[in-house]
């Protein structure tokens, strides 16, 4: 066996400082050669313990060695048979934390860049065009899907799959939840998720946009309308903010209304889009995890001059994923660490003007194991800004559950579920994604949608069953 390359091959990208200044995706993904180069690099374990760090158990092994051969075509269906979403995942899935940790070649180098190999899959067929999909025998029974994030596509194209009939509802104009409307087309272009979309429309699902469950259709209306399943993955789209004086000024927004104002609505194209938004010259994000990068990142190409990370923790403690990290350093953004905002000031007029903030310093580890922010006395200082996103993280959709009380819910809102079919406390009614377990990933949506589809199936024909029975 030839000896292999400790170090994975490279990725190009944009230049940053050209980079910055629109939407184009930062990452340019491998081309032909440096695809089969890092394919090369797996040793095709007999055990592969990548594909036990992928929680939809990808065929990751027999996929990289598909790709190895050249076999593009065999790559792609071999990732489709578990992941419906592979232009998406090989985008934004933290592989560093899962199938690329488990890496064997990892322990004495770089492990194998996985999430890279399955993008490279996944855009040769965008390019190509996908397989005809394959149609089952309809079953003649209707499956509603509410909400069309990651778990409720993959819901959708594996009950459409097995022959139901599915229609998806979405509050939003357009389908795809969090891909569409929080993560940025500089890291996921919206055309990709178009693409999933159109695929699953190809299949046979419905889609019926602005439609708010819980507001212009109660469940009780859907199962009167002839659906038999319900399944709920309704996200985690309620935005936390930090209660202090001042918030309410103009100027200052919840990282999703942010994010959807420029990612949806476009509102970079003002006024020949309809939305605004107002991005001053100085712009504060709170908080350090991958939905603040995104924030500071957008506010950069959507005008602001400068904007800082603000976070009460140090570099240590901030969840980000270290390439969203890095790649907003290289673009200009400004790190604040143990720093934290006690009060905004504003003009006559109700703008934002200043934030006044002290300092921090770290004591006993909490609830999370990481140590304790705790404020320095006498530290206080300002700062001048024009706008605060805050992005503090998000609660689960409050609307379904408050609807439709029967569905059991935890204290903190997530809809409680039977782990292994995914149906909530009202039989019939399956749930899944950040509305259960709180804001997560995009992979872990999908796992979750999946196995309440596989629920469904079940619960539906053992109904069927009851029903020739009695
Ligand atoms: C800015 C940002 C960046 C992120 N980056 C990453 C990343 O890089 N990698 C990663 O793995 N994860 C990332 N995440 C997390 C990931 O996107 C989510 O965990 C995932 O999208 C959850 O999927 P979901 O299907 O449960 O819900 P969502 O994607 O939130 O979709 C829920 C959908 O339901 C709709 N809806 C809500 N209520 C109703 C109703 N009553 N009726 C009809 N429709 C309704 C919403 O409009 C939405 O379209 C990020 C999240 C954010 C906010």
């Known amino acids: 066996m030839s000896k292999i390359n400790p170090n994975r091959v490279p990725m190009s990208e944009e230049n940053a400082a050209e980079r910055v200044k629109d ?28 594909e036990d760090g992928c929680p939809v158990k990808v065929p990751i092994r027999d996929f990289v060695a598909a790709i190895s051969r050249g076999d593009d075509a065999e790559a792609i269906r071999l990732i489709k048979t578990t992941n419906s979403l592979p232009a998406v995942c090989g985008r934004v899935c933290p592989q560093e934390e899962q199938c690329e940790k488990m890496c064997v070649i990892g322990k004495k180098g770089d492990g194998v860049s ?15 065009g996908p397989a005809a999909p ?6 003649g029974q209707k499956v509603a899907i509410v909400g069309s994030g990651p778990a409720g596509l993959t ?57 708010v469950i819980g507001k212009s259709f109660t469940l009780d209306d859907l199962f009167q309308d002839g659906f038999e399943a319900i399944f709920v993955g309704t996200g985690a789209g309620l935005p936390r903010f930090m209660g202090i004086p001042g918030e ?37 994000v ?12 957008t506010a950069l190409r959507a005008g602001a001059k400068e904007a800082h990370i603000i976070y009460r923790r140090t570099e240590a403690e901030m969840t980000a994923r270290v390439e969203e990290y890095h790649h907003a350093i290289e673009e200009g953004v400004v790190f604040n660490w143990l720093t934290n905002p006690v009060r ?52 689960p959709n409050p609307l379904i559950p408050s ?68």
């Open 23 to 50: 939407f184009r995706e930062v990452a340019h993904g491998y081309n032909e050669e440096e695809v089969r180069r890092e394919a090369d690099r797996c040793i095709q374990c007999k055990k592969p313990k990548c």
């Open 114 to 128: 996985i999430g890279r190999l399955e993008r490279f899959a996944a855009d040769y067929e965008m390019l190509k």
């Open 134 to 139: 394959v149609r089952a025998e309809k079953k």
């Open 155 to 211: 819901c959708a194209g594996d009950l459409a799959r097995m022959g139901y009939d599915v229609t998806v509802f979405e509050a939003l104009h357009a389908p795809g939840g969090v891909l569409i409307y929080g993560i940025p087309e500089f890291r996921l272009p919206n055309s990709v998720v178009h693409y999933e979309v159109e695929n699953l429309r190809k299949s046979g699902v419905e889609f019926r946009s602005n439609t």
């Open 248 to 284: 309410n000024l103009n100027g200052v927004y919840s990282a999703n209304e942010f994010l959807t104002r420029v990612n949806l609505m476009r509102a970079d194209r003002f006024p020949t889009n309809h939305t605004p938004v107002m991005v001053g010259e100085k712009v504060a």
């Open 286 to 297: 709170i908080g350090a995890g991958n939905t603040a990068m995104d924030s500071a990142r």
């Open 344 to 395: 905004l000031f504003g003009n006559e007029e109700g703008w934002l003007t200043s934030m006044e903030c002290l300092r921090m310093e770290l004591g006993e580890p909490d609830d999370s194991g990481r140590r304790r922010p705790v404020p320095i006395k006498g530290s206080e200082f300002t700062i001048q800004i024009d706008n605060m996103i805050l992005a503090l993280g998000t609660s």
């Open 403 to 470: 609807s439709a009380p029967e569905v059991e819910t935890r204290s903190w809102g997530g809809i409680i579920v039977d782990e292994e079919s995914g149906m909530t406390s009202r039989p019939g009614v399956f749930a899944g994604g950040d509305i259960v377990t709180g804001a997560a990933t995009v992979i872990l949506a999908m796992g979750a949608g999946k196995t309440a589809a596989n629920g469904i199936d079940r619960y539906l024909k053992e109904e069927r069953l009851k029903k020739t029975q009695s």
